[in-house]
């Protein structure tokens, strides 16, 4: 669903919504996966992100999201100098991550490392400075960054959707939006739940702490306004 | 949001409302927000944008690549043409400076997009300010404006590289003509038309920035695209109709962006890009911004 002020929006530093704040969102969508702020990070651009990124600093917006730098934080004209003096290694690649009609043209894979957690995410820029991840750690998602998503891979055991629901709730928070898919009965339950509030770190780690959830993965909302 | 702009016209016009407030009552229906709350962000826009429209007058402001740049100022002091002191020349200042901002990482606000982002404001409030109309009826304007790029985004697209420039500075023309016109007084259905008569006049516009850079033709293209806008908006504002409904207008804009080479589609592949001088400049931009250490 597209919202009125996704349109009238957002206040960003230019000079492409797609390519500069679109891939800041992606940017700072990848750095929640590991926590923080990655030590080292792998960016393959794909399509018109290869193409024409540098002319519109789409690797500045992606370096300064992964630092924590915002859509229309005016230190994005600057990031990759500020990437440098903090020791920072951001590797940008251009490569084809699939035919023009399967993969958006303006997609990108981030692999970040900090400390002992590394992740991998694909995600796209399409348009108006909304953005879609894909896919994280290979598995298929829909995260938009509207609002604070909290995805799970879990075994199919039963119960699993009201326990997940009452651990969110003892942690005050309301969800907004719950999507399950799973491949098989028995196979792996995949989970994307949205939620009102931003949850914590310890949410996450409770939650993949649960014997019976594979992976869990915390990003926050990165929205316009 | 609404997904059809006749759905929106016909609710607005069923209960004497304007196109604004259907577009504002859908939006706090979708979840989170009051009414108040969205209008508070609106304002902030219009703020942003005034901001940007001010930095943009300084004849010193220049992009790293320095492919454009000062030419805002130009239209302020530079010599008259015919249509010298008029709401038209100040139009087309306010779209240059918005996007010699852009071009420079200033701070402005996407509407509908970045490479778009100098059509609306350049449009609403150079009208707003020679017809003097108020803050708040301006932004009635932008909330109309947003109900018309919501409908473009979910039936066409609002990417040049998935849909060509029409998608972004012909959409920004088709928003800011249908906003301008009910911010005139006119009803949702001239709105509508004008809508229609804007984004017509944009049909197959390609999107071949010189290096993929945001800047030429991007700054130029909004001021003729607000130039558009205004024709669309004088043209409606007299009762000039469209034959062919704005929603289907809209869905073969999506259409021949679909059908667009990809070298028209932000790859600098192809138009003005792929022009001997074209590709002369952009290899030398390119270099000095590496040189720069961007």
Partial sequence: ?225 | MYKSLADAIRDAESRGVSLATVALEAEAADGGRTIADIRDALTRALHIMRGAITQGENPALRPESGLVGGDAAKMISGPPGPLAGTLFRDVLMRALAVQEVNACMGVIVAAPTAGGAGVLPAVLTGIALAKNISDEKVVDALATAGLIGAVVAERASLSGAEGGCQAETGAAAGMAAGAAVEMLGGTPTQAGHATALAQQGTLGLVCDPLGGLVELPCVFRNATGAAIALAAIEMAMAGVTFAIPVDEVIDVMGEIGKSMDVRYRETAGGGLAATPTGRRLAKERLVQIKRAGG
């Fill in chain 1, 1 to 225: 669903m597209v919202s009125l002020l996704d349109i009238i929006g957002p206040v960003m530093v230019g000079p492409s919504s797609s390519h500069t704040a679109g891939a800041c969102r992606l940017g700072l969508l990848a750095r929640c996966l590991v926590g923080g702020t990655p030590q080292s990070a792998r960016i393959e651009l794909h399509g018109s992100f290869a193409r024409t990124g540098e002319g519109h600093g789409t690797d500045k917006a992606i370096a300064g999201g992964l630092m924590g730098f915002r859509p229309d934080d005016e230190r994005l004209r600057v990031a990759l100098d500020i990437m440098d003096r903090e020791g920072l290694d951001f590797i940008f690649e251009k490569t084809t991550l699939g035919e023009d009609n399967d993969v958006h043209p303006n997609t990108v894979r981030i692999t970040v490392t900090r400390d002992d957690r590394t992740a991998v995410m694909q995600g796209s820029s399409l348009g108006a400075g909304r953005v879609l991840v894909t896919q994280i750690d290979g598995y298929p998602v829909e995260v938009t960054g509207n609002l604070n998503t909290i995805v799970l891979v879990a075994e199919d055991v039963k119960g699993s959707v009201a326990r997940i629901a009452t651990l969110l709730a003892d942690a005050a928070l309301n969800i907004a939006t719950l999507r399950l898919s799973r491949k098989q009965r028995g196979g792996d339950a995949f989970m994307v739940i949205e939620l009102d509030e931003q949850p914590g770190e310890g949410v996450r780690d409770t939650i993949r702490a649960l014997p019976w959830v594979r992976w869990a993965f915390r990003l926050d909302k990165v929205g316009a306004a």
